[in-house]
């Protein structure tokens, strides 16, 4: 679906987002009609946010394959028994957990995340360190019993999210895999058009690694508070923030700049916890059984998908990268009835349909303002007006995020 | 990912599946490693198993764009007040719930069919009969609460669906989808392999129409039991066999044949249910306000995948057609330590990869009987074997599904 005529698109812009929804990136992602608001923290996609989900995913499907991850997709409803082995089941876990009951009365959780499911998955599979190390992935649902839940896509209820898990010998190899992760991460917020104002942050370990890190995105509406050393494009999360950390990162404070961040990922050293608790172990060279050396590395990309929807748009609406915009183009007809100019429209847009370009089409028969809001709101990259003073063998196209206006010739157009 | 060497690919086969597996698809798809079992019910899908299970999606996914669907994705937590509405949260219906309870006490579904989200969705976007007919789908996991759960991927407590929803004017519109999107289903069951044994089945219908229909697939391992005509290709459900709907479906009792089978697809008319309960109506052409239309039409992947592992197997295993195979072929390598060998085969890999032809490379160190047997049980269409009496210029392979060994040069091989 690379092209779409607008007036068979089900979904139809608002003026005004519902009066509950506090968030930018909500309000506009509703008002654009690329989502639907369930219920507070809970969203669907409708199929212009669908393509941009999809997009966002391909990229870090790309980056994922290229760190060697195999793809699978783990189940949402998770056995009792694996969790009760490394203690996340009760107690304090239990805020976190959604928790459904069976007709026989035996409860399941809805998972919230996934390290003891693919560490007994891993734990049939793995004897050797021949089998080592591997690296596994999916895009799956997570589940959590959030208290508030007014950020918009940014804390979800319910979201997608990418997690990669890799299990090594030992911590050396988690440590090189580690790096290669961090590289591929920015190399991901690079691509979806945030990579300017992503920070790795360090922030709070576990048991096994003093710290772990985040990828921090400046903004306003962001719920954690960071600390910036711009030149090194190196942050420190307000949490650990203390004059023993400053020194031990290697920072000055002077240099630190305060600032609002939506942490769009994360990744862990988690050692050999969650392989001990689920006999995760493999035969080293000598015959010995060790526990494998896990990480674990997220991304939400439904957390993702509203960020940048929060950090790229302007008082008229979203401006989406290239990269994960929902079409290229946006060609608007404006031909206000004249029978030749909606013959030319709709002959450039066959051309573009024939050549494979990503194109929606305003076909619909309304007014120049409102197709112009509409356009300006959706944020499509490239804007074709075909109208009665198009002249022949020229195209102006407004590029969304500058506003400026190129003229192209229709080879330019055809041969993109 | 549609190349990888087999000493990289992290699942393994086994010899016996789980004790407590009866049902003869799972017990393959563990075998082979395409996926893992979770619980009774709710399987998790492992690399290959993943690869069938997107191959499947796609061709669905294009049936489903010819039909002019619209693809989305709504939540799986589901919001009691719409399906209050339609009578569908309490009562009869709460025996297929899996329900659940955020922090604050209210109480959430899992979605186990998504006719009210989607009429919901809709009653915000449609306002006139200019808006129709259109179509919507998704592919989105539901959860039953199912008290048996013995058939393997064939009957699931979460398990992944793609369904469709029609929106008409009128019941004619419908009438002529249905007919539409019965051709497209045909269409998907003979493009993933199991066109011959799928009868087009009348069943027992609702307040709206008299029947509804099923696709059912003939086989020992089905809970259904049906009537077929096979030169008509229609069948009737037992459950509305009598001699009245043997007549009224223009079908002979004494050429109906009794047969076990698996409902692989199901397409019902709603009437204007739903649309009336939600508040889902349009204004037709003299400005009044008429309830929309519905239709639903449902596919579980998941199940479509079991169905194809039941019924296209024999005793070495899995027998997948090549429109759904996780590769196409199964270069096998049979060195005995021999570099030479290794190395022709490694250098065959390597030209497979370059034309990105989907090839799983089976380079590990192991006997010739086990890399067989695994080759056999993982049902791969095509077996090239490079061993130390392959000679140079000529390839010797195996398919699967009949056994016979075709002789084909490298640029037939290279040129597929």
Redesign the interface.
Known sequence: ?GRMKQS?????TRKDAPKDEVSKNAQLLLRA?YV?K??AG??????L??KV?KNIEAIVRDEM?ML?G??????????PDIWKKTGRWDGEAD?VW???????DSE?G?AFSHEE?WAR??S???SSYR?LP?Y?YHFA?K?R???RAKSGLMRG??FLMKDLYSFTKNEDDLNTFYEDVRVAYENIFRRVGIGNNTYFTYSSGGIFSKWSHEFQCVSDAGEDTIYIDTEKRIAINKEIYTDEVIQETGLEKDRLIEAKAIEVGNIFKLGTKYAEALGLTYKDEEGNENPVVMGSYGIGIGRLLGTVAEILSDEKGIVWPESIAPFKYHLVELSGGDEAVKERADALYQQMVERGIEVLYDDRDAHAGEKFADSDLMGIPYRIVVGKNSVGGVLEVVRRSTGETLSMSYDEVLGS
Do not use: C, W
């Open positions: 679906m068979k698109l089900f979904t139809k009609g639907h369930e219920m809970v969203y669907s996609y409708l199929p946010g669908f989900l394959n060697g195999q793809e699978g997709i783990l189940s949402s409803l998770q056995d805020e959604l928790k459904t009951k069976l007709a026989n399941l809805l499911p998955v891993l049939e599979h793995v089998d591997l596994t649902p589940f019993n959030e208290l209820r319910e």
